[in-house]
């Protein structure tokens, strides 16, 4: 029987990816789950900074995914906001890959039903 463990990050820091190429050296994919619009969280650069290393590591093979563009409580926003945090990050980061994002992270792991 075949396990699978699944491995994700997220907020997007800077020094993923080093975590990124190390997992890709040993064969392992993980998601990266990347907050757009800022340039750092709790004090530590992020990689928006730097979208061409979201770009590597997509083209390492691992996922990426939004963490919206500014990491808000979603709970909280007005529709246009929410709109706005969901589709500019998306189109970021799928600018950025040149792939379709598929995936999200909610921040702070809050959502409405």
């Known amino acids: 029987m075949t396990k699978l463990v699944a491995i994700s990050f997220d907020d997007g820091y ?3 990816v080093r975590g990124a190429r190390l997992l890709s050296e040993l064969g392992v ?3 990266f ?6 340039n750092a969280w709790e004090r530590k ?3 928006a900074k730097k979208p061409e290393l979201i770009a590597e590591i ?9 963490h919206t563009c500014t990491h808000r409580d979603l709970r909280q926003l007005q529709r246009n906001d929410l709109v706005y945090e969901l589709k500019h990050s ?4 799928e600018d950025v890959t040149g792939r379709e994002i598929l995936g ?5 792991g809050f959502y409405k039903t």
């Open 29 to 31: 994919k993980a998601s």
């Open 45 to 47: 650069p992020l990689l």
């Open 58 to 66: 997509a083209e390492l093979g691992h996922e990426i995914g939004s």
């Open 14 to 16: 800077l020094e993923y």
């Open 90 to 93: 998306k189109n970021f980061l």
């Open 104 to 108: 999200i992270a909610y921040p702070w």
């Open 33 to 38: 789950y990347i907050t757009t619009d800022l």
